[in-house]
């Protein structure tokens, strides 16, 4: 099978959901691709930080399906921030993905201290507008820095891609994409390094369903209107994580798995360092 797709702002669409790569090496990113695109995915999420850009790059040729049947995500590092460097930046990203042009590029972190994604949003306007990028957005954004980009370019980002899951959901950031028409994308949607998949509430509810925990999970976010890029090189588990499309939580299951939330796990994206 292979998901229903969402559209962006700009009238692109997207997968609803994907594969994450990180913490994956080139081999294993590799791999991991290759066999997602058996199980059905046709969204791949990878950045110049994962170092392995050319493994996933690798996977989108290898894999044999057309280049305009796959979504390929690739992100700033926070580095390279500046017009200019942008724009360097992205060609250095193209050449080790080995394409031609990219479905979504993202910053990956503002940096509000170095005060230059405002640049880097402008240069990528300007790469979506040569055709080297389908879809612009951002990773990790909160309220205000959305806001001034909107002020500063009058362009709103296709994306927002953040931390969300049950213990981290991340209400006011989302309501503020949906403010923007920004579809709001969930990095590490199964709670890496927390509990949520043994917690006795989400086990409950998987087993009313007969499905596995990350399924429920997965479930929820689709259901609140979020793109989840799981992360697994298993192909069981990619198999399982793409199969969340038979089955719909009630309302009360749901408030459960909203009424979770216990802090982030990553990085404050207002004192956040990523270089």
């Known amino acids: 099978m292979t998901a229903p797709t969402v559209k962006l702002n700009d009238g692109n669409h997207m997968p609803s959901i994907g594969l994450g790569t990180y913490p994956m090496d080139d081999e294993a990113a590799f791999d991991a691709v290759l ?33 305009s049947e796959l979504f390929v995500t690739t992100k700033l590092p926070g580095s390279d921030h500046g017009y200019e460097t942008t724009l360097a930046s992205f060609e250095d990203a193209r050449r080790r993905l080995g394409l031609e042009y990219v479905d979504l590029y993202l910053i990956h972190w503002p940096l509000p201290a170095v005060n230059r994604y405002v640049d880097s949003f402008k240069a990528m306007i300007k790469l979506r507008d040569d055709g080297l990028v389908a879809s612009i957005g951002v990773s990790n954004f909160n309220e205000a820095h959305l806001r001034r980009l ?59 369903h007969s499905v596995t925990p990350a399924q429920v999970v997965l479930r929820w976010e689709i259901q609140l209107g979020v793109v989840p890029i799981p992360k697994s090189g298993d192909p069981g588990r990619q198999r399982a994580n793409i199969d969340v499309f038979g089955f719909d939580l009630n309302d009360e299951q749901m408030r459960v798995l909203t009424c979770m939330d216990t802090g982030r796990v990553g990085g404050d994206p207002d004192v956040h360092e990523e270089f």
């Open 150 to 208: 909107w002020e500063e370019t009058g362009t709103a980002p296709a994306v927002n891609q953040i931390e969300l899951h049950p213990g981290f959901h991340q209400a006011d950031v989302r309501n503020a994409n949906a403010a923007g028409d920004i579809v709001t994308q969930a990095w590490s949607p199964l709670g890496r390094g927390t509990d949520i998949l043994t917690h006795p509430a989400v086990r409950g509810i998987a087993a009313d």
């Open 35 to 67: 066999s997602a695109v058996d199980a059905g995915y046709r969204l791949f999420d990878t950045a110049a930080r994962y170092g392995n850009e050319a493994g996933v790059g690798r996977a989108v040729v290898a894999s044999g399906l057309d280049r």
